[in-house]
């Protein structure tokens, strides 16, 4: 059994976790979060506190049991605060743009590339800075990989989309003798 899974998962205050069968429904202050996991995974909802454990003895299951308290402690925190990822577009005539729920991103091609923004997440864009949101912190994150997939960072100028707090190493360009 994994570390995270020997400690019972406190719910905080103000946070309602329901526990039916494998579907687990976590309601916040801001979102109501569910999720059906693998049903060789007990889940207990005992004291205000959630426990974790394996129904079975298969090897090949065990590591479900860690993956499924980070799930739930992710469900969690994203149901009273949402997740937050920060993208940078670096480049000359680079830029981002929402109109309705389309992102434009004008990223050097001969085209305006468009990204259809899904439902649950909340995006903006200022001064070449992307906001991406939301109570899933895996909807939050593939949306940020997807957008930073358009156009990553290339090594030599450093144009491109890249995280906030991402660096990324720069080569040296061609030297004339």
Do not use: C, W
């Amino acid at each position: 059994m994994s570390r995270l899974a020997k400690k019972p998962i406190v719910i905080p205050e103000k946070t309602d976790v329901t526990v039916s069968g494998s579907t687990v429904t976590v309601k916040g202050a801001n979102a109501t979060l569910s999720r059906v996991f693998h049903p060789a995974v007990r889940i207990q909802n005992e004291n205000n506190a959630i426990s974790v454990s394996l129904s079975g003895t298969s090897q090949k299951l065990k590591p479900l049991v860690g993956t499924t308290v980070a799930h739930i402690k992710n469900m969690i925190v994203g149901s009273n605060k949402p997740f937050e990822k920060n993208l940078v577009v670096e480049g000359i005539g680079f830029k981002a743009d929402i109109k309705g729920n389309i992102l434009t991103l004008s990223l050097g091609f001969t085209h305006p590339v468009l990204v259809t923004i899904p439902a649950g997440l909340t995006v903006s864009a200022v001064k070449n800075v992307i906001k991406v949101s939301g109570p899933d912190i895996e909807a939050v994150g593939q949306f940020a990989a997807f957008v930073r997939e358009r156009r990553k960072p290339e090594p030599y100028k450093g144009k491109g989309i890249r995280y906030e707090n991402e660096v990324i190493r720069r080569k040296q360009g061609k030297k004339t003798v």
